[in-house]
């Protein structure tokens, strides 16, 4: 009998026991079912949050790329301002310096430099300036011959350029000044006395210098 009590009471005071654990957590909201449902959500946010910061970081790095890129591009455009500026100024100062070789109130076109040489026994090298005084606006359109003076077969003969198929390289179109240079064949065996030219303007002569070799 004194044994059966004792398993009464020991069934008892588990079931007391049990009663108060399952209170307990009724009482404190504990779920296991819904902390599983609770820590799949935040399972499933965490992962939108990641996405979300991926793309964040891709869109900010695309964002640094073009930045990147447009300083570059900023840097090259400012270093060829600075060039354009500097050639520019030296332009300037070239233009300022011819116009200070023309004479007071020289209008028309002018010849300020001519100068030839023989560079090979058959080849000709010839150097022109020519400059435009006055206030023009208009620029200069038209074109220049040479006119060499040789010495072959025992007999002095005359070479005229430029000849039809060549036309087009001594055309002139200035406003200002403008440079030109030149190498030009010599037949073999001939040798070059002097060299003119002819400063032409829809074929009226506005110009013309010689240089003896």
Known sequence: MRAIFIAIVVGLGGAIAMWAYDAGRSFTGF??????????????????????????????NAAESRLNIERSFQAQLTEQIKNLEAE??????????????LPAGAQGVAIRSFRVEMVEPTQLRYRLLLMQGGKSNIDFTGNYQLVLTLFQNGKNAMMTLPKTESAASFRLSFKHYQRVEGVLDIPEGATVKSVQ?????????????????
Do not use: H, I
């Not at 303007?201 to 013309?208: D, I, M, S, V």
């Open 31 to 60: 779920n296991p079912g819904a902390t599983k449902e609770q820590l799949a959500t935040l399972r499933e946010q965490l992962q939108q949050v990641s996405a979300e910061r991926d793309q964040f970081q891709t869109t900010v």
């Open 88 to 101: 520019n100024g030296k332009l300037k100062d070239d233009l300022s310096f011819f116009e200070g070789l």
């Open 197 to 213: 030219v002819k400063v032409l303007e829809k074929g009226a002569l506005r110009a013309q210098q010689s240089e003896n070799l």
